[in-house]
T-cell receptor, first 116, second 115 residues
């Protein structure tokens, strides 16, 4: 079964500092990995997704993630935090081993706080 | 293109009642998935519908059910509500065209409170 682990349920960074949110996955097949963001009282918005062949994935709002197979990791980073980045971030894995399996398995989430 | 819409946005029910939530996917999307989000359990997959058929199901009791109509709109129903059913229920749609990198687009959710 697919699973993801997010280290750190709460992360605080100063405005302008580097953001690093950690995600490790467990998968017996090539993983299909995603990062979603959730703002208060809203649904989930896709930040980026991993596609085979690209180890560094660029997403929206200046976020990017690096896929490291040797470390089974897909950490999310942003060089300079902005106040508007305050939200909850979810790493997710999809088992697409067979067509039609749309189920996403989410990590427990990381709440990002930006310190002015 | 309009996004995923969910109605109602907020619901308050009492224990023992039943509730129906509605989801309209993005035009052209044939797959609709439902997730429950709670502070204790996080985001959990309920079920997924494609072409009016349930294609995948999570580990929830039979009180949770759903259906999909020919226009891809979906409803989920929870019968005999329990306090623990209080949650944000999220609907997501996708093309499900066979491309494994198709993303799911989420609606704003329905906040259900059971008293």
């Amino acid at each position: 079964a697919q699973s993801v682990t997010q280290l750190g349920s709460h992360v605080s960074v100063s405005e302008g500092a580097l953001v690093l949110l950690r995600c490790n996955y467990s998968s017996s097949v090539p993983p299909y990995l995603f990062w979603y963001v959730q703002y208060p009282n809203q649904g989930l918005q896709l930040l980026l997704k991993y596609t085979t062949g690209a180890t560094l994935v660029k997403g929206i709002n200046g976020f990017e993630a690096e896929f490291k197979k040797s470390e089974t990791s897909f950490h999310l980073t942003k060089p300079s935090a902005h106040m508007s980045d305050a939200a909850e971030y979810f790493c997710a894995v999809s088992d697409r081993a067979f067509f039609g399996n749309e189920k996403l398995t989410f990590g427990t989430g990381t709440r990002l706080t930006i310190i002015p | 293109k309009a996004g995923v819409t969910q109605t109602p946005r907020y619901l308050i029910k009492t224990r023992g009642q039943q509730v129906t939530l509605s989801c309209s996917p993005i035009s052209g999307h044939r797959s609709v998935s439902w997730y429950q989000q709670t502070p204790g359990q996080g985001l959990q997959f309920l079920f997924e519908y494609f072409s009016e058929t349930q294609r995948n199901k999570g580990n929830f009791p039979g009180r949770f059910s759903g259906r999909q109509f020919s226009n891809s709109r979906s409803e989920m129903n929870v019968s005999t509500l329990e306090l623990g059913d209080s949650a944000l229920y999220l609907c997501a749609s996708s093309l499900s065209s066979g491309n494994p990198y198709n993303e799911q687009f989420f609606g704003p959710g329905t906040r259900l409170t059971v008293l």
